[in-house]
């Protein structure tokens, strides 16, 4: 089974149809961007894996339990609200807007998640969050709160409290969007670097070039629905569909 399926997923919003049926695989070590025009229900399709938003219907596994759901003995439980956060911890998210702790240093905002959530022992996760920070090539920021950092670097931190938790999914919902253009480039590094070590994500995303030499697959939404989908050479070089058309010509 891939590491998500998605099948036939639909999410409405009051009498709006965001989502009208979403089909999607993602094997694991993949990474699949996600294009489309705003409002085309990339970030709600996010949100939906990761158990922020209920679906109306369709189904959506991750490592073969279906999300708002929880496996025990061989039965399937549905989550309570609160229970969700459990689900959660398998899947990384990272937001347009780093959603940082203000008043905790790169390194505690690292460790909330492993101590507060897991329980894990402060000492242990030290270590561990500082060897996240390297990998961010922010080891000299540990102590720095999130005021004192750039909008690229704050994305870094956040990227790393994410893989803390030792997510087996990484979403990210636009994670350059709101960052000065000068800035791009050292998140989207850290962004490939995670992918050529294996990480399988899902990416929403208007860097096309990050799409065409990172993604395995690039899948394009349009009006809730995937419009087409396929190699980043065979989608962004020669789309097929109209509406993949005329968003790459906007864009490219
Ligand atoms: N919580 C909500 N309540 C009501 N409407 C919502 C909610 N979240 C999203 N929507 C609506 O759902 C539609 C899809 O939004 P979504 O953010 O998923 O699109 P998107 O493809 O990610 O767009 P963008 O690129 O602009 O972020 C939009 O019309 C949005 O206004």
Redesign the pocket.
């Known amino acids: 089974m891939a590491l998500v399926e998605a099948i036939g997923v639909r999410k409405s919003?009051?009498h709006?149809e965001?989502l009208k049926g979403i089909d999607m695989e993602v094997e694991r070590g993949e990474v699949v961007c996600l294009l489309?025009?705003?409002?085309?229900?990339?970030?709600?399709?996010l949100?939906c894996v990761n158990h922020l938003?209920t679906i109306d219907a369709g189904r959506i596994w991750v490592d073969g339990v279906p999300v708002g759901f929880r496996a025990s003995g061989g039965k399937l439980h549905e989550l309570r609200e609160r229970d969700a956060a459990h689900q959660r911890r398998d899947v990384g998210m990272v937001f347009q807007r780093f959603n940082l702790f203000p008043h905790r240093t790169a390194l505690e905002n690292i460790m909330e998640g492993p101590v507060q959530v897991l329980g894990r022992r402060k000492a242990e996760v030290g270590a561990e969050a500082l060897a996240l920070l390297e990998r961010v090539g922010l080891a000299e920021k540990a102590s720095a709160y999130p005021g004192q950092l750039s909008g690229g670097q704050q994305q870094r931190v956040a990227i790393a409290r994410a893989l803390a938790m030792k997510p087996k999914l990484m979403l990210f919902?636009?994670p350059t969007s709101a960052l000065d253009p000068e800035l791009v480039g050292e998140v989207l590094d850290v962004m490939t670097s995670l992918a050529r070590d294996g990480m399988t994500m899902i990416v929403?995303t208007?860097e096309i070039g990050f799409a065409r030499s990172v993604a395995d697959r690039v899948v394009f939404?349009v009006d809730?629905a995937v419009v087409e989908s396929g190699t980043p050479s065979d989608v962004l070089d020669d789309p097929q569909q109209p509406r993949t058309r005329q968003f790459l010509a906007k864009v490219l």
């Open positions: 919003f009051g709006t965001v489309g025009p705003s409002g085309a229900g990339k970030s709600t399709f949100r938003e919902d636009e929403v208007h939404l809730g």
